[in-house]
């Protein structure tokens, strides 16, 4: 079993910028990527990005990349969202999430925090 707690949201103004953490707990050895997503009222869930939790490599969507970054501090089992240049339209709910899946799937989350951008 995994444990994800996100914390670091907030109320912004657009061009802002927020940094997300997302701590693990439990069988974190067994973890092959972290990942970000995040879902507006009305919409569906929608990927971010996620990170290797060994390797380290990053992937991002298109929507937010270049403005956002991902990274990782394994010493603390702890994935940062770094998000910068922020637009109303990233206002959602941001969810971590853990793959214990090489091939993917995302099988633990985080209960979510809160962005919210104004204009």
């Known amino acids: 079993q995994v444990q994800l707690v996100e914390s670091g949201g907030g109320l912004v103004q657009a061009g802002d910028s927020l940094r997300l953490s997302c701590a693990a707990s439990?069988?974190?050895?067994?973890?092959?990527?972290m990942g970000w997503f995040r879902q507006a009222p009305g919409k569906e869930r929608e990927f971010v990005g996620r990170?290797?939790?060994?390797?380290?490599?990053?992937y991002y969507a298109d929507s937010v990349k270049g403005r956002f970054t991902i990274s990782r501090d394994n010493a603390k089992n702890t994935v940062y969202l770094q998000m910068n240049s922020l637009k109303p339209e990233d206002t959602a709910v941001y969810y971590c999430?853990?793959?214990?899946?090489?091939?993917?799937?995302?099988?633990?989350w985080g209960q979510g925090t809160q962005v919210t951008v104004s204009s």
């Open positions: 990170i290797s939790w060994s390797g380290g490599s990053v």
């Open positions: 439990g069988r974190t050895v067994i973890m092959y990527y």
């Open positions: 999430a853990a793959s214990t899946y090489s091939n993917g799937g995302w099988n633990y």
